[in-house]
């Protein structure tokens, strides 16, 4: 299977690195014990003669006019975390000439996947519009106003639509790489998993800050410190409404253009943020937990965690000796 990895100025070294070695792995495995005769044949790409990684490595690249019959192209990470420089980076003549190949190559039938910040790339395209996609959490905000006609959901590890495929943030470029073997080859792509030591990670919600999210928009992070308040008490979208400074019906559209959910959504989110840091961090009971976050007992609590994080009370307990205990 050939696969064209499309690698600009700037790119993410863990993620270009990872999806060339996740690649390079299962051929090895695949030849060392016969699970399949499938080969992968990933080479770098790019639309200049030569690039930079972030950290400025110079990784071998192949022209991208160059590279015919690719089944599927990925779009790595750049190296970019803050909104300003992110922005500053979409709008290099050589993000704008990468648009055009994506789109000539997806007129082509060719799938395309990219992961982390690459989705920014890809969405630059409108090939993502109105498709279902993911991106990195911490952007996300930033995906939604940017490209309003694709329906984000930053909460999954990866979201394949129609022939693209996007993952969320940084090591999400490992998750792509095995889901891309396990299209061809689910036996090879478990050995590889194994080998590995990658665990299914089905979501990313465990992994957002909520306030992180909230803190690019001062109507939005006001709400948020009026929910903190009050994890504990009743919903009331009018106080909230109040606190926010704004009607009720205003904040909602607000919250929906910056976090793509209700204000009792987030709220939600709140709640269960909490609760995880206290079942990580306490010895308190599950029902104690959740009388402190709102809920009426444990149930509604075990229920929420395994709907909203993918996981449950178990799998969020820690398995060192927590403050207070000596282990014997």
Known sequence: MKIAVLT???VFDTGLAVILDTFGSANELAELFG????????????????VHTFQGLHPPVIPACNEIGAELVVVPALGYKAPETLLAALARPDVKEAAEVLRRWASQGTVIAAA????????????LDDHE?????????LFRQRYPKVRLDESRILVPS??????????SHLDLALWIIRQKSPDLAALTAKYLIVDSRPSQATYIIPSHLAHGDPAVERFERWARGRLADGFSLEQAARAAKMSARTLTRR???????????YFQDLRVERAVHLLKTSDETVDEIASQVGYADGVTLRMLLRRRLGCGVRELRPLQPRVGQMAH
């Open 133 to 141: 996609a993911t991106t990195t959490w911490w952007l996300a905000p």
């Open 35 to 50: 699970v399949t005769p499938l080969r992968f044949e990933a080479r770098s790409v790019a639309v200049r003669e030569k």
């Open 8 to 10: 600009l100025e700037g």
């Open 116 to 127: 982390c910040i690459g989705t920014f790339v890809l969405a630059e395209t409108g090939l």
């Open 162 to 171: 129609a022939q693209f495929v996007t993952a969320g943030a940084a090591l």
């Open 255 to 265: 919250m929906h253009k910056v976090l793509g959910k209700s204000p009792l959504s």
